[in-house]
């Protein structure tokens, strides 16, 4: 047993049972006071397992009770250094359980587990190249555009009349779909596991209630003690025609109510957000192409905020799957510099309908080398970035009271000019006053008043004031986002300084203390 | 005196007048059974001056009344073909009187008429070779970023105490400032005239009401004859610090109602717009980035909507001044393919602060060319665009009464997924909402079923399908638009068209029927 990794007890029972996978077998694993009860799975040919997850190292003992009984213990070692634990939400950004910064950079390749083991191969070898340390990807099998293929296997065996009998999981999709989850997790790829997803034929969409929670049940006490995948109830929950708005609620609580880790939880939509202040849902993963709403976002949920769809570079004939990688690399740098995290896709038309978003392959863009680009920058920061306060989206969410509370910090004679704006402001329809605000956001985020990062996007400025910390010293570097160059452009500034730039489209500065 | 251009007469009169600028003259021209009456105004040196614009041919008399009287008569001749009546808002869209079409592409010159002689020639000089038939500039010198020297005169002489004089205009200005008006509307463009504005250093934005409307009587006196003048009461009508909605809807009446002709009048805006359905609002004047937008105004207020602020391109360090040559022309394409018109502006860094956007001089972007073939094809349509019905901006925007009636028109199985559609759409916030559709946005128009445009923007199709009428014979032109190609990719096509694209940034796609 090693702390962070999943410990495994397996027992054969060869005697016959109602309904194997419905068993009744659990065990409670105990450190010092420290009690953890967690249920097993049947995995076929007799077989009964029991997974625990170990998040502190020490001697444990465990009692296995139900249709097998059994007791021992086992000293669980502190974790090696490739073993950080599950990941957390903190604040609006995310850690391992050690305290590691995760700073999630995603893809998708929705249905992977879903296509034939050469394809699966070459996707896994692709990943291993990436810049990607998340993965969106399904359960259940797609049936959409470009998706039409049949999978290999299938989460249930079938009921006499064909149907999928969701009281029966077919243990070979279960190996097989384990399998590919556990080296996509060794490869330091954070698996957001979509539970449900509307783009179906064969009714896993359309299962009642009672049978999506028996599929939930076995999923949890097999998948559950994996550190590395996260919930996600659902692609896009809102399209899903069978499912009502308190059923997915109900989801989201079994889901929630029968995990003993407490993974990561979240739900993705298609047009209104999964509402992301419930108490279970540990993030905001939004699909969402208004990237100007960040920060209000943000601080409106006080969670880490994912945009985890955002369109997609490619060539598709629909305006979520033809970005391009200049516009897919622009909307990773918009998400980042705005306090939040971005997922990628690849879309590219192919003959043999193999495309990245859905059934993986290889990688064709031009953006994923700028991600890693962004990455490593986002992982040289001191800190996680949180979005820039102030400017005309404070004063336009700003009650009447709050904005002259603030005037006391405003120069007297602009005072007056500052409520005429707010007066027109607020008399701005809602509509068009948030799509003013959107019009004119600015893309800035900050660590403390460790570092500073401003992303001038499509502004081609010719000079930039920085408004840096009176009292610090910092080294400002001009970064290109495409071409990927930094270039140090001032050394030891503080308070407002005055930049010269190159006048194009596409830059960050980035101010770092030194 | 001809039809559409402005009959003058002349009277000198040495007998001192207690204050000759508010004078008592006025002429009553009629012709047949129609009578006008307008008023003159003192030109200086004992001269008195009544300008009048015959709008239909035919013969005229005249007959003068207050400090002169006198009476005559004229024939007034059919127009020539260079003169075409001043331009009317039609629809959503514009024509001249004598309905030829008029689209407008805007640019920006604001203190144009405040420069020395050497600056407004070399101005009027680029005026002419350039693309643009509209231009917005003031009345009023200009105290602004750029913008700190004082004009070669003032529209008012001083009082003793330094401070300007409403009820004493500047003859020296007038004349010169009336020269430059001559000037550029006899090039073809017509001249937006900002009345007020908010940056100012003279006094001009903080004048009385009452001295506000001596200046307008002496102007609209002076210049309503001039058939290539539009009124814009202000430019960010929200930012002056000294006038109260109150006193601007004032205004918009005592223009509108002291104005013979009923030239085109609007209100530009810095945050809120102007009130577009106001009677007196001939068409939208807003300062706006949100350009998805544009479609709901045009539902909204029924008129043209003109761009009339977007940023402009240039360097400068501030959001508004520094687009790439490229964005302002993708604003351009957007605002076209979406019914709308749009202004340009041109702000690069320069040493002697002489930028184009506010002081003329010669232009150095990239812009301006691919508005003149932006131009080219807006004329070569058979009628004004009108935005794309339809999608998700119209599901958003219905009540469940009127979806349930379009619902008729939809495949029955589908019907159920599109209330479930709206359902998720109408749980959203305002601003949420807002913000999704802006995303999701088509930029689509057409001139009923004889021309069909799409700018597809940052959309890189690899394919698209057209929707166009079955019973049509079209040809589907490729435009890029910063190339400036036109591919003629198909011929003869109706229904529901495939075509094949390059999937690149920045293409439009026209289908006008053969």
């Given amino acids: 047993m090693r702390q962070y990794e999943t410990f495994e007890l397996h027992f054969t029972e060869n005697e016959n049972h109602e309904n194997a996978f419905e068993c009744n077998i659990s065990a409670e694993f105990t450190c010092g006071e420290e009690k953890k009860v967690v249920r097993g799975f049947y995995d076929g040919e007799g077989v009964y397992k029991i997974r ?3 998040r502190k190292p020490g001697e444990y003992t ?20 490739a073993h950080h634990g599950m990941v957390k939400a903190v604040d609006t950004h995310f850690e391992f359980e ?7 950079f995603g893809t998708t390749v929705y249905a992977l587990a879903h ?49 999928f009998d969701a009281s029966r999981p077919c243990i070979q999709f279960w190996l097989r779909f384990e399998n590919i989850l556990d080296r996509i997790t060794a490869m330091g790829i954070q698996v957001d596991l979509i539970l449900f997803h509307p783009y179906d034929r064969w009714g896993f969409d359309a299962m009642q209630q009672a049978d999506n929670y028996i599929y939930l049940d076995y999923l949890l006490r097999r998948l559950a003690a994996k550190p590395g995948i ?24 079994y889901v929630a109510k029968n995990d003993p880790y407490g993974h990561l939880l979240s739900c993705h939509n298609c047009f209104c957000h999964w509402d992301t202040k419930r108490e279970n849902v540990t993030h905001a993963s939004l699909q969402t192409k208004s990237l100007t709403e960040i920060p209000r976002w943000i601080k409106e949920c006080k969670k880490p905020v994912m945009i985890d769809e955002c369109c997609y570079e490619g060539n598709l004939p629909q305006f979520w799957g033809s970005l391009s990688a200049r516009e897919m690399v622009f909307r990773f740098w918009r998400t980042f510099a705005s306090g939040a995290y971005c997922t990628h896709g690849e879309t590219y038309l192919s003959d043999d309908d193999v495309v990245w978003w859905a059934k993986g392959g290889v990688l064709k863009g031009e953006s994923p080398r700028r991600i890693a680009f962004l990455r490593e920058i986002m992982e040289s920061l001191p800190g996680p970035l949180v979005p820039a306060d102030g400017g005309i989206v404070e004063l336009a969410q700003m009650s009447p009271e709050e904005m002259e ?19 027109s402001i607020g008399r701005m329809r809602v509509d068009d006053r948030t799509a003013h605000i959107g019009g004119e956001h600015e893309w800035a985020a900050h660590v403390g008043e460790e570092a500073f990062l401003w992303f001038n996007d499509l502004m081609c400025f010719g000079e930039q004031t920085l408004r840096l910390p009176e ?4 080294r400002v570097e001009l970064i290109d986002v495409w071409e990927m160059t930094r270039t140090v452009i001032e050394e030891d500034v503080s308070g407002e300084t005055i930049i010269r730039l190159p006048g194009k489209e596409g830059l960050a500065v980035l101010a770092m203390k030194m």
Same sequence: chains 1, 2.
């Fill in 230 to 253: 996260w919930w996600s109830l659902a692609n896009e929950y809102d399209l899903s025609r069978t499912k009502s708005l308190r059923d997915w609620e109900e989801i989201e609580e």
């Fill in 62 to 81: 465990w009692k296995v009770s139900g249709i097998v009984n059994a007791e021992g213990h086992e000293y669980c070692d502190p974790a090696d250094e």
């Fill in 115 to 163: 296509q034939e083991d050469a394809l699966v191969e070459e996707t896994l070898k692709t990943l291993g190249a990436a810049p990607f340390n998340k993965i969106r990807m399904c359960v259940f099998p797609k049936d959409y555009l470009y998706n039409k293929n049949e999978p290999p296997c299938y989460a249930f065996e079938k009921k006499a009349d064909g149907a």
């Fill in 405 to 423: 509370k603030g005037m006391a910090q405003q120069p007297e004679d602009l005072r007056d000019f500052i409520r005429m704006i707010a007066a």
């Fill in 471 to 474: 009292d610090g010293h910092f």
């Fill in 52 to 54: 625990f997850l170990p």
């Fill in 98 to 104: 050690d305290g590691t910064r995760f700073i999630p």
